[in-house]
């Protein structure tokens, strides 16, 4: 206990003298940026997925065209799960002699268990926010009803054989889906009111939708139960694993966030690394003396590690309040774009900012602390009597221990984890030879340099080995703050790509062929921007290679759900747009009986090129063999199918055409104008998804951008405290040469020359070692397409060299404006 | 028989002493065979020229450095036999030291700097010993002082009270006056040989100091590393 508090009494000296000032503020960095993000990151997380359950009105649905036995319900009882239960099928109203194909949906009371229905009973202005559905003889409909059957709210309206009232007009519906019954104009009714209108038959087309809530370890133990009962039929949806809607964006968004703590923890690492070391070398004589006074190797080391951990542990307190207080000031920013109900802050997360403190502090302090406990007593007498340095493998292993450990709870992939730390310290050693080889060439050059020049290359050449550390780790911060930047920029580009402005937010089927002109002329007409007509045959798939697909697919897979029921298929000349063939050849114009199939399909079929796969189309069959495999982005908003033909191999069979068009908010009206002149094409409005889609993307537009912002503050702020920690050499240096007669100017030339060469090599290493990660990222964890990007070539060392130049500057500065002898008395 | 009763009572033994450091020419001997026998409450001066291993001597008298071959015995314990946790509680009950360059730590105050030795022994009383002990060396008005805002001669004043605070049985001092003039050395000389008097401390003194060698009641000659 003497030990500690004899400990104590040194780190409250030292903290009094200014000796930890860099320390604890990399430490209060580190572990400020993993608490903020982890703890903001943790909260969009589970905030994004309080609104995917919102967009399912429920945490769990499980869909199936029949009711689901007694026994489900009373488990879901017994696990104290909400339930709600909802109908919808298709049916058509008649109404002051205007025909109208709805999609009825009859919910239960308790509908919707997550979530919200928006309704109104004149216009927008009266819009309110309700969490039921219609009471038992009322009628909530689209607005797009009304007008289709000129009625008004308060007018009595017929469902089969039931007379309902229109009560209010539904402007939002949580759980609305892209499919045919969401997506025709809605009728809500109460479940009550279902049996009564009698147009549920047996043999109806109708999808039942049972939806559940409630705690996660019940939601998840009653899904475990399930999935076994489950049959071809019906299927469960997750919002922690299906996630409708978010698609692969909240995916992404997660690992962005992920890489982000990851990038702010490796930088802070190495400011502490840095801060360490000088810390260390600063404390050579201490620890000499200490040794002299009988102070045991243990001791010395046990002093050290107890003046750490609690540095550490107030520093990472310091740091998770920050955490907390920063991110609850970025949903602050974030409020209007953030559904109004963030989830609460968790401990877990908070805990999280604190462990990595620590294990971050220890990870990067600890090999330079183990140099303090074998320093010789004799260095009393003889002070250039060193230490010998840590063994590059502990330092180097240890830190990467902790990025490789943080890497993996990010990734929870073993493999690519350790393929990222391989790969990482093969550039190291290979870019730190590289380095170590350019400084021994450069040496050739000191003759012709002139005097500045001169010095400056001979402060880097002097302790070739630190400076090679040096540029390594301001590399690593450089590369560290490339990543965050790049990556968040081609994310975006990305998304926006996918979603632009005028992304088609209308599709329209079934447009026969005779129709097929008229109806392009008639959006021409309007100005209206479509995509590309597909025919479209409907046909299934019985056979590949005379095999009959049910003894291949296997149960639940994709493959197993396309072949129980009719595809879409079509025919082009030319390789849709946003699509990329994976492996095999496109057709050439004449060649018929070939088939190109989608990538996943393909390989849950588990077809391959030049496999014959057979179709039942109406009362026939036909076949096709397989020449290539689409890799197909099935989130543009354009029609997309599994099987495309080549032109002619369909030819014969009844088709129409699909397509899909913008339609501004301003230009709605059309819409009526438009079913009324062609009353058999069928028009899918998805443009309150896309905006609810959209919604989300700027969402986490805003959140990735703050992310960001905070991942180059931390970077610049540590890069400042880096070059801090490795001044005291040169400060000296500096006096002494002062003392010599060298002039205030001179001085300073030299110093920026040595900082800004500094600062441009290790931006040239920075953009080399970016290259090869952003690269393997791209390829392996975000699936986008990697480009070289000329601009970082230029922008990065330039860069560099700017700020470690002005950091440098900064620090010697003193060197410069003081008397060299209070420079010398004070090292 | 009058060796034999020295040599149990001696504080200080060495048998055959030698240092030997490689070096690109061969190694190089900077001690040979040193016997040397050291009584409780003497003091000794070590003189020689500059390289005749008068530091190393006393390097390895005090246990920080190891010597190539020989050994060294204090008050009865082998410090030869002893690994470097051995030698540092031999330190710590022992020994005191004074160097040339007064090794004060520059983030402690002159108080924290004197009460260090003590807080590591564990001493409660630490900080009441060194006050007296700093007010005895004269500076109780500088005790919240940092090294860098004294003198060199109180800096060295800081390291007398540090040395003499744990009441050591021996006392090595390396140049104590190297860094200091005449006048301030004088000073620190006197005071040191008045606090070794009051506390019958034995003293080992490297200097090149004809005059502070004088003062010391035996003088050991160091030439090209052996005694002369």
Redesign the interface.
């Known amino acids: 206990m003497?030990r500690f508090n004899?400990a104590m009494?040194l780190l409250a000296?030292?903290g009094?003298?200014g000796?930890l000032t860099i320390l604890v503020l990399a430490l209060i960095i580190a572990v400020t940026s993993s608490t903020a993000i982890s703890l903001f990151g943790d909260r969009l997380q589970r905030t994004m997925t309080n609104q995917a359950a919102e967009f399912m009105a429920a945490d769990l649905v499980i869909t199936s065209p029949h009711k689901l036995p007694p026994i489900w319900h009373e488990k879901a009882r017994g696990l104290q799960l909400s339930e709600a239960k909802t109908a919808e099928f298709s049916s058509v109203l008649i109404e002051n002699d205007e025909l109208l194909l709805a999609g009825i949906k009859a919910v239960s009371t308790t509908y919707p268990l997550r979530g919200y229905i928006k309704i109104t009973d004149s216009d927008y202005q009266h819009e309110q926010t309700i969490h039921h559905g219609p009471t038992t003889g009322e009628a909530w409909v689209e607005k797009r009803v009304l007008s289709a059957l000129k009625l008004n709210v308060g007018d009595p309206l017929i469902v089969g054989e039931k007379q309902l009232k229109i009560s209010q007009i539904i402007t939002y519906e949580p759980d609305k889906r892209a499919d045919l019954y969401s997506l025709s104009p809605r009728v809500m009714i109460n479940q009550e009111d279902l049996l009564a209108t009698q147009v549920l038959q047996p043999g109806s087309h109708v999808h039942h939708f049972f939806q559940f809530s409630g705690d996660l370890n019940a939601l998840t133990q009653f899904k475990r139960w399930a999935k076994p009962l489950l049959n071809p039929s019906q299927r469960i949806m997750d919002v922690h694993e299906d996630r409708p809607q978010l698609g692969t964006a909240l995916d992404r968004a997660e690992r962005y966030l992920g890489l982000s703590s990851i990038v702010v923890i490796l930088i802070s690492g190495v400011a502490i690394a840095m801060a360490t070391r000088r810390y260390t070398e600063r404390h050579f004589?201490?620890s000499?003396?200490?040794?002299?006074?009988?102070?045991?190797?243990?001791e010395i080391l046990w002093l050290y590690l107890y003046q750490f951990l609690v540095l550490g542990t107030l520093a990472s307190l310091i740091g998770c309040l920050l955490g907390w207080v920063a991110q609850e000031y970025l949903f602050h920013l974030l409020r209007n774009l953030l559904p109004q109900h963030v989830a609460n802050p968790s401990l877990i997360a908070v805990m999280f900012g604190f462990i990595t403190g620590i294990v971050v502090l220890f990870g990067f302090a600890l090999p330079p602390i183990l140099r303090l406990k074998r320093v010789?007593?004799?260095r009393?007498?003889r002070?250039e009597l060193a230490p010998l340095p840590t063994s590059a493998w502990l330092v180097y292993g240890l830190a990467m221990s902790v990025i490789a450990v943080l890497i993996w709870r990010y990734t929870q992939d073993l493999k690519m984890t350790a393929t990222i730390i391989g790969v990482g310290f093969l550039l190291v050693v290979v870019l730190g030879g590289l380095i170590y080889a350019f400084f021994q060439l450069s040496r050739k050059l000191l003759p012709h340099l002139n005097l500045s020049w001169r010095f400056a290359l001979q402060g880097l050449l002097r302790n070739s080995r630190a400076s090679v550390s040096q540029i390594l780790a301001f590399s690593i911060t450089l590369v560290a703050m490339i990543l965050s930047f790049t990556v968040r920029t081609d994310l975006l580009d990305n998304w926006q790509q996918q979603l632009p402005e005028h992304a088609p937010n209308h599709f329209a089927l079934n447009i026969f062929p005779g129709q097929l002109e008229e109806f392009q002329q008639n959006l021409e007409q309007n100005q209206i921007t479509g995509s590309q007509f597909y025919p479209v045959v409907r046909g299934r798939l019985v056979k590949i290679n005379d095999v009959g697909v049910q003894q291949i697919v296997s149960k639940e897979s994709q493959g197993e759900r396309a072949t129980h029921r009719d595809l879409s298929l079509t025919w082009t000349n030319q390789i849709p747009e946003d699509t990329k063939l994976v492996a095999g050849k496109w057709w050439q114009p004449k060649e018929i009986g070939l088939v190109s199939i989608e990538q996943k399909l393909a390989e849950s079929l588990k077809v391959q090129l030049g496999d014959v796969l057979t179709f039942t189309i109406g009362s026939q069959q036909m076949q096709a063999t397989i020449t290539s495999i689409r890799k197909v982005q099935w989130d543009t908003m354009k029609p997309n199918f599994y099987m495309i033909f080549s032109p002619g191999t369909l030819d014969g069979y009844a088709h129409t055409f699909i397509t899909s068009f913008f339609l501004p908010d301003t230009q709605k009206t059309l819409l009526n104008t438009l079913v009324k002149s062609f009353p058999s094409i069928t028009v899918l409005e998805v443009d309150l998804i896309l905006k609810q889609f959209k919604t989300i993307l700027s969402q986490l537009t805003q959140a990735i951008n703050y992310l960001l912002y905070f991942a180059l503050l931390a970077g610049f702020t540590v890069l400042f405290a880096a070059v801090f920690s490795t001044l005291d050499a040169r400060i000296y240096d500096g006096a002494i040469m002062r003392t010599l007669g060298a002039n205030r100017k001179f001085l300073s030339t030299t110093h920026i020359l040595e900082f800004t060469l500094l600062g441009f090599i290790s931006g040239l290493i920075a953009v080399i070692i970016s290259e090869v990660i952003i690269f393997a990222l791209y390829t392996y964890v975000l699936k986008m397409d990697f480009q070289m990007n000329i601009e970082l070539w230029m922008v990065i060392p330039l860069t560099g060299a700017f700020f470690v130049g002005i950091s440098g500057f900064w620090g010697v500065r003193k060197v410069v404006r003081q008397s060299p002898n209070t420079v010398l008395?004070?090292i | 028989m009058q060796t034999q009763a020295n040599q149990l009572n001696a504080i200080i033994q060495t048998e055959n002493l030698s240092k030997t450091v490689p070096t690109s020419e061969g190694p190089l001997h900077i001690l040979s065979s040193v016997e040397l026998i050291i009584n409780p409450g003497e003091s000794i001066a070590i003189i020689g020229a500059s390289g005749s291993g008068k530091?190393t001597l006393?390097?390895l008298l005090?246990g920080?450095?190891t010597p190539s071959t020989g050994s060294i015995m204090i008050k009865g314990h082998s410090l030869t036999e002893m690994n470097?946790?051995g030698r540092?509680?031999?330190?710590?009950?022992y020994?005191g030291?004074v160097?040339q360059?007064f090794?004060l730590?520059?983030?402690?105050?002159a108080l924290?700097n004197v009460m260090?030795?003590l807080?590591?022994?564990?001493d409660k009383l630490a900080k009441k010993s060194a006050r007296a002990l700093l007010d005895r060396v004269g500076l109780i008005k500088r005790l919240t002082h940092?090294p860098?805002q004294l003198s060199g001669g109180e800096q060295q004043r800081v390291a007398l009270a540090r040395a003499f605070v744990t009441e050591p049985t021996i006392l090595f001092a390396?140049e104590p006056t190297g860094n200091l003039d005449s006048n301030t050395g004088e000073h620190i000389i006197d005071l040191l040989f008045q606090l070794n008097q009051e506390q019958q401390t034995t003293l080992v003194l490297v200097t090149h100091d004809p005059a502070l060698a004088s003062r010391c009641g035996r003088t050991i000659k160091l030439e090209a590393g052996e005694i002369v």
């Open positions: 003497s004899l009494r000296r030292d009094r003298s000796e004589n201490t000499a003396m200490l040794r002299c006074l009988g102070c045991k190797q243990r010789s007593p004799l009393v007498l002070r008395r004070n | 530091s006393l390097s005090a920080l450095d470097e946790d540092a509680d031999i330190r710590n009950q020994i030291f160097f360059s090794q730590l520059p983030g402690l105050t924290e260090l030795p807080e590591l022994a564990g940092y860098n390396d």
